[in-house]
C-alpha cells in the first residue's frame, strides 16, 4: 500500500495520463503502447533519481518536473498544428525563434490543449492534504530505487541501442512507433561524427569523390563545363539585385481576381525576363533564413535545424565571395532584427560586406513583423543611390517581410477590391498582403529606371516559401483556393516563382520549365554573369541540363524527391507513398504497383545528395 500513497506512483500515473492524452492529440489514437513505455521508462528514471535526493522538497520537484513536462507536452501539440511534423529538442530549444510566426499560431490554440495544465491547483491542493496529513509514503529503500533505476537505464539504453542507427525518414511517424524521449536521444546520436560517417558510407555509390561531374551523374546529366554552358555571361559585368518576396508562391503570378491581377508589376517584369516556373521551394526548419543560406550557397539546409545556428568554422565559397573576388561591393537589407535567426553570423558567414538591419530602417509604418515594405524599398533605394557612387559593381540582396502570415493589412493598404467571400479569409488576406508586395516592389522599379540603373542591372526575383499553408486553411479558405486554382496540391503549394530579368538584352519572356529549386538559383546566376565557380554547387544551372533531382528536408518526410516528371513522397502520419504529375499536379500514384520498389534507386540518390551536402558543409572535404 506504500507504493500506491507515494509522490513517486502519483506523479507516474498523472504523467501516463498525459502521455495517453498527447498520442491521442498527435495521432487521434493512443497506441502503439510500447512506444508509450519507452517514454514512461525515461520519465520514471527522473522521478527515482528524485526518490535518491530524500529531500523534504521532494514535492516541489515533482511538481516542477510535472509543469516543465506538462509545458512540453503543450509546445508539441501547438507546434504540431502549425508546423505539421512533432518537434526535435533541436526545434523546441528554438522557440525563442518562432516570433514571426507567433501570432499564426496564437489562433491555432484552442481551450482544449490547455489540458496538460489541469492539474496543477488541485495537485497542490492535494499536495497540502497529504503532506498535513502525513498519508505521504516512501515507497523504496535507497537499495530498490538504485535496483530500480540501474533496470530501467539498462531497459533504455537497450531501446536506445537498437534503434540508433535506423534512420529518422519521417520524425512523426518515428516518435509514435518510438516514443518522444528515445526519439531524441536517436537524433542526437545521428548527429555525431561516427553516425555521419555510417550514413555517409551507405549512400556513397561508386563516387569517393564530391565534384561537379559526380553531382550531375546522380542527376542523370553530363557535367559540361561552366565556360560553355546556356546562355553563360550574357549579364557580365552588369550589378546584381536579388530580391526575396516572403511566402510569395507562383500560383500569384499572372492571377486576376474579377479583372484585377494581384502581381501587375511582376507580370510585366516577365515580359523581359526568364521565367522558371517549374522551380520549388526547399527551405529546412530555418525558414526564410534558409532560403537566404541556399540562395547564396547552392548547399542543402540541414533541415531539421535552422542552418543559421550550425555554421561550421571553416569557409567555402558562397555568391557574395564570389563577387567580392570580382570587384563588386556586396550588402544584404533586411527590416528585421539582426539577431532573428542569427543573421548576425549568417551574414559575415556569407561573405556580404555590409547588413542593413532594423536599426536602420527603424519603427516606421509597422505592418505585421515590422516596418512595411514601402519603408524597406524607400530606404534601400536611398542605401543603393549612395553605394551607386561609391561602387563600380554591387550585389544587393533585399528581403521582403510585409506580406508574411497571418497577411493582416492595415485598411488603408488593401488594394484589392475583392469579391464579398474573401472577406475574413486567410486566402483574401494573403491576396492583399501580394498584391501590396507587389506594388511597393513595382514602385522600387521605377525608381531603379528613373535613376538609369535598370539597364545596368541583372534583377532576380523569387519566394522564400509558401505562405497558405497547414491547420491555418480553414474549410472556406480550402475551397477558395481549389476554385482559384482548380487543384491546390502540394506542388502548388511549393511552387516558387524564379525571375531573372536583364533588361536591354532579354526583350520577350523566355519561359523555363525544367525541374529546378532554391538550390539551382546560385549556379543559374553566376552563370549569366559569367562566373566560374570554384568549389562545388549542389545545383545546377538550369538553362543547361534537362534533368534534375532535388529535395526538401524538414517540410517533406526525408527521401521525398522531384525529377523532371513528378513529387515523390514517401509515407507520412495520415498518407501512405503518394505520387503526383508535374504535368497536371493530379496523384498519379495508383500507377505504380510497387512505388517504393520502383523509386528505391531514385530515393538513395536524393540520400546520397543529402549526405554528400552535409559532408561538405560541415567538414569541407570533397574527398571520403
Known sequence: MRFFKSYFFLFLMLIYSKLLILKYALYNETYPLLSLGYDLTMIAIIFLIIELLRTRYKAYLYLLVNLVLSFSFFSIVVYFKYFETIPSYFDLAQLDQVSSVRSSILKLISKKDYIFFIDIIPLILLLFYMKKAKRISNPFSKKSTLIAMTSLILIGGFNFFIHKDKPILNMTLFVRDHGFVNTQFVQMYANTSMAKQKQLTAYLGEDRHISPESIERVKGNEFVSYELQEAYGLAEGRNLIVLQIESLQNIMINLEIDGQEVTPNLNQLLEESYYFSNVYQQIGAGNTSDAEFLMNTSIYPIGNRPTSNFLPDHD??????????????????????????????????????????????????????????????????????????????????????????????????????????????????????????????????????????????MIVVY??????????????DNELMADLTGNYSLLK??????????????????RIEVTGGHIDMMPTITNLLGLHPPSIMFGHNLLEYEHNLIGMRYYLPTGSFINDDLMYLTENLDNDVRIYSLEDNKAITDDFDKPKREFKAEIEKMLQLYHWSDYYFFEGETEF
Open 316 to 457: 567555402f565559397m558562397t555568391l557574395p565571395k564570389l563577387l567580392k573576388e570580382e570587384g563588386y561591393y556586396t550588402a544584404t537589407f533586411h527590416a528585421d532584427e539582426i539577431e532573428y535567426w542569427n543573421r548576425k553570423e549568417l551574414y559575415p558567414f556569407l561573405g556580404f560586406d555590409d547588413y542593413y538591419d532594423l536599426d536602420f530602417f527603424g519603427e516606421e509604418d509597422i505592418i505585421g513583423l515590422g516596418p512595411s515594405d514601402q519603408v524597406l524599398y524607400d530606404k534601400s533605394f536611398g542605401e543603393l543611390l549612395k553605394l551607386n557612387e561609391e561602387y563600380d559593381q554591387y550585389y544587393l540582396m533585399i528581403n521582403s517581410m510585409t506580406s508574411h502570415s497571418p497577411f493582416e493589412m492595415p485598411e488603408d493598404k488593401q488594394w484589392l477590391d475583392l469579391p464579398e467571400e474573401y472577406e475574413d479569409t486567410l486566402v483574401g488576406n494573403y491576396l492583399q498582403s501580394v498584391h501590396y508586395a507587389d506594388a511597393t516592389l513595382g514602385d522600387f522599379f521605377d525608381r531603379l529606371k528613373e535613376e538609369g540603373l535598370w539597364e545596368q542591372s
Open 463 to 476: 519566394g522564400d516559401h509558401s505562405g497558405l499553408h497547414g491547420t491555418l486553411m480553414t474549410e472556406k
Open 493 to 510: 503549394r511549393f511552387n516558387s516563382p524564379f525571375i531573372v530579368s536583364i533588361p536591354g538584352i532579354l526583350k520577350e519572356e523566355e
